[in-house]
């Protein structure tokens, strides 16, 4: 039987090594110190946020540490993802939040912040035995498994994708979905759409999210999930991966963070 804690006890529980056990399931829901929400990803080890990183959660990590951090040309809140941002960037947030939230005993010392793998993305989304080794030889591998489901188009209101709204605000050639308009050119705030099965926002569209992995053994970029920004049925697939240096950033780029045992190096 699942035990649920309320999060005041989980959190006391955490810190006298109570509750990690190595299983996420042992936990329903938690709430760390940046208001993020954290929830059980079932054959996964960790807990998923269910947004990505805000700008309200990176703000505070940039002025904390005097990070530079440039910002996109289109206009954001609070709510949105955070963007510009790159590998590297989003290892020392969760080193930060991590050591942060150690400190005060929000999380215990066996727990971590960290982006998630590449495997547990695809859990998140409901991927399984996809076929394949390393992110390059899963790429694309399932075909007809889209975030909202097996049809093409996407059905109205089902994440933000690259829809007739850029065409309409920018007054540029963009390739778009045809018919398709989620009313935002650029990102939109995170929550905006319906969330997938396990509680998760925005696993396909609004920005690309890192994940932990080389794309391959040749460890020449990191793997990116997420399809931001993208019109064509083939990287709308919950199975496309996109790779990029990890010291690359772009205004379409984000993270989301998983909080689970003291990672691996991957």
Known sequence: ???????????????????????????????????????????????????????????????????????????????????????????????????????DGVISASQAYRLPSDEEWSLAVGLTNEPGATPSEKHRKITHVYPWGNTWPPPKNSG????????????????????????????????????????LYDMGGNVWQWCQDWYDAGQRGRVLRGGSCVSTPGMLLLSYRNTLSPSHSHPYIGFRCVLGATPEKF
């Open 160 to 199: 933000n994708f690259a829809d007739e709204s850029l065409v309409a605000q920018k007054k540029d050639a963009f390739h778009v979905i045809e018919g398709y308009n989620d009313g935002y050119a650029d990102t939109s705030p995170v929550g905006a759409f319906a969330a997938n099965r396990f509680g």
């Open 1 to 103: 039987m699942t035990v649920k804690f309320p999060k005041v006890l989980f959190a006391l529980a955490a810190v006298a090594g109570l509750v990690w056990c190595g299983q996420a399931e042992a936990v329903s829901r938690f709430t760390n110190s940046l208001g993020q929400v954290f929830v059980p990803v079932g054959g996964t080890p960790v807990l998923f946020c269910i947004w990505d990183t805000r700008v309200q959660d990176y703000s505070m990590f940039a002025t904390e540490t005097h990070r530079t951090w440039p910002k996109p040309v289109f206009t954001q809140d609070a709510t949105h993802p955070a963007v510009n941002v790159t590998w590297e960037d989003s290892q020392a947030f969760c080193a930060w939040l991590t050591q942060k939230e150690r400190k």
